[in-house]
Every structure is written in structure tokens, then in C-alpha cells.
């Protein structure tokens, strides 16, 4: 089993920030991907920022210069770093990763951490 576990959300006022936090755990033999998406209230989750494996990164627009993604591989943990926040990135945040458990695995899977509340406020 995988496990992915976050941490670090909260209430921040405009223009305040936020660090996010997954740490994945469990029978992992590579992670081809790890990242964050979000989902505000009425609306479809979406990609905020993603590690892959090569290093390169992709950020939503919405969220470029604002935030960053970093990891740190002998922890298998993820960071968001989110500066300069905004009233419309209150949502809940999934940290996901797509993971193969051996290298047997055909294709890699997904896996989801069970989210955190970010909340701005004006």
C-alpha cells in the first residue's frame, strides 16, 4: 500500500502564505510524478503544480510566481511553498503521486492524500 500524507494547511489572510506538505510512504519502487491539485467548493479539481520525474515542473497558470513546488526525494515529500496568496486559491488541496509499488508494475498509479483546507480571507 501507499500512503501520502499532508500537512500544512490552514486560514491566511490576502497576501499572506502558506506552506503545503506530503510525505508519501509504504512500497513505493519509483515515483514517475508528485504534485498538487485543488478543488474550491462547486468546482472540478485541478492541477496546481507537478514534480516529474526528470526534474522538470509544470504550474497552473493561475499560480506561477506565486508558488513553487520542491521536493525532497530521501524524505519522498513534496512542498507547495505559497506566497502572495489570494482569495480564489481558497480550496482543498489533494496532494497526488503516481507511483510504481515494483518494477513489475506495467503502468504506474495514482494515489491521493486525503486533503487540506486552505482558506484566505479578505
Known amino acids: 500500500q501507499v500512503q501520502l500524507v499532508e500537512s500544512g494547511g490552514g486560514l491566511v489572510q490576502a497576501g499572506g502564505s502558506l506552506r503545503l506538505s506530503c510525505t508519501a510512504s509504504g512500497s513505493i519502487y519509483r515515483s514517475n510524478a508528485m504534485g498538487w491539485y485543488r478543488q474550491g467548493s462547486g468546482e472540478q479539481r485541478e492541477l496546481v503544480a507537478v514534480f516529474h520525474s526528470g526534474g522538470s515542473t509544470n504550474y497552473a497558470d493561475s499560480v506561477k510566481g506565486r508558488f513553487t513546488i520542491s521536493r525532497d526525494n530521501a524524505k519522498k515529500t513534496v512542498y507547495l511553498q505559497m506566497n502572495s496568496l489570494k482569495p480564489e486559491d481558497t480550496a482543498v488541496y489533494y496532494c497526488?503521486?503516481?507511483?510504481?509499488?515494483?518494477?513489475?508494475?506495467?503502468?504506474?498509479?495514482?494515489?491521493w492524500g486525503q486533503g487540506t483546507q486552505v482558506t484566505v480571507s479578505l
Open positions: 497526488n503521486a503516481r507511483i510504481k509499488r515494483s518494477p513489475f508494475d506495467p503502468v504506474a498509479y495514482d494515489y
